[in-house]
């Protein structure tokens, strides 16, 4: 199991050092919001750009904006290692995730909690990662959704039926025992972050969500 730290819950006003006590975790998860497709507006290109220079994470860059394929590039030349797009926000999934790859970025989509698994199982053989919002995106510190413990169990089943390669990564209301019932249900990689940045010993923290 992987983690994922999301930098919407850390301190904005001193991001690298924040960023410097999550490097045990194998992923950093950026959150990019447009203030149109979520209600929220967070960060863009110049910030993970910034941050590049300071971590050799993995950096997993979740876009929860309306025509992402308009800014694919600016991620990767920024420093985006994967990025992950909402199916609700374009018309040629497949398009998108093509794109992705000759650009040898790891593609991932997400769906939000309404959103059922059927609605991208067309694209499952091609994906990297397929992210299950476990609240509704666009902030942080939300109560987990049970619900979408159902749904990554019906990714797991499809995965192992297909012999897909995707990994599952949950994201929205992870917490200790949020985690396990994920990783039960099928999860590979958690995304956390109120959980994570709240805890002055993010070590620690960490630790409670791998055990
Ligand atoms: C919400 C974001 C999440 C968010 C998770 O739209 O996609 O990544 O940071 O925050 P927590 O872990 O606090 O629910
Ligand atoms: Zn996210």
């Known amino acids: 199991m992987k983690l994922a730290p999301s930098i919407l819950s850390a301190d904005f006003s001193k991001l690298s050092e924040d960023v410097k006590t999550v490097a045990r975790a194998e992923w950093l998860h950026i959150d990019v919001m447009d203030g149109h497709f979520v209600p929220n507006i967070s960060i863009g290109p110049l910030v993970v750009k910034a941050l590049r220079k ?6 997993d860059t979740h876009l929860m904006i309306s025509e992402p394929e308009k800014y694919i590039d ?6 985006s290692d994967q990025i992950t797009f909402h199916v609700e926000t374009v018309v040629d999934p497949l398009a998108l995730i093509t794109a992705l790859q000759k650009k040898k970025v790891k593609a991932g989509i ?10 991208i199982e067309p694209f499952l053989a091609q994906l990297d990662l397929v992210l299950v919002m476990s609240v509704e995106p666009g902030f942080g ?3 987990f959704m049970p619900e979408s413990l159902d749904k990554i169990a019906e990714l797991s089943r499809l995965r192992k039926q297909h012999d897909y390669q995707f990994d599952i990564v949950v994201d929205g209301g992870i917490n200790e025992k949020t985690a396990k019932l994920c990783v039960a249900a099928g999860a590979d990689v958690l995304v956390a972050g109120s959980y994570i ?3 002055k010993n993010r070590d620690y923290q960490m630790g409670l969500l791998r055990s």
């Open 54 to 59: 300071h971590t050799k994470q993995v950096f």
């Open 74 to 79: 600016a991620f990767i030349d920024a420093g």
């Open 110 to 119: 997400s769906i939000k909690p309404a959103t059922p698994v059927k609605s």
């Open 141 to 143: 510190g939300q109560a």
């Open 197 to 199: 940045f709240k805890a």
